[in-house]
């Protein structure tokens, strides 16, 4: 039986799917929004993207607002636009399986650009990753 303080358009769905509307419940600030046919398009970023605005309106920040949460998306970035880039870097790449694009933000505003790159390159190196 359906808890009757979900909203009104939960407690109506039915399953569907991998939906089951049994499952829903409040929780500490997780969002998860994909197309469960692998049907790519711009509407599930600007989707994500309201996720993450709606996490903060819960207060799902940390206590320091300049030290930032970790909070993101994580997308798939077409092939080609991906080459393309890593190609005006003189990048280049034979495979797609074990490609990825991380994100870095260095926040720490005592931190140079270069001391940065110094700190992920030595990630990297000690995780025996290619950079």
């Given at each position: 039986?359906?808890?009757s303080s979900?909203?009104?358009h939960l407690s109506e769905e039915r399953s569907s799917g991998l939906y089951?509307?049994?499952y829903e419940h409040d929780n500490c600030g997780f969002g998860f929004i994909a197309n469960i046919k692998n049907h790519k398009s711009h509407q599930i970023i600007k989707q994500a993207l309201e996720i993450l605005e709606n996490l903060d309106h819960r207060g799902a920040v940390g206590a320091d607002p300049l030290a930032g949460d970790g909070a993101g998306i994580l997308i798939q970035?077409?092939?080609k636009i991906l080459r393309e880039e890593m190609s005006k870097e003189n990048i280049v790449c034979q495979t797609t399986v074990d490609t990825a694009l991380?994100?870095?933000s260095c926040l720490?505003?005592?931190w140079s650009k270069?001391?940065?790159m110094e700190s992920i390159e030595k990630?990297?190196?000690k995780e025996k990753l290619a950079f």
């Open positions: 039986m359906l808890d979900k909203s009104k089951d509307p049994e970035v077409p092939d991380p994100w870095f720490e505003m005592r270069a001391r940065c990630t990297v190196a």
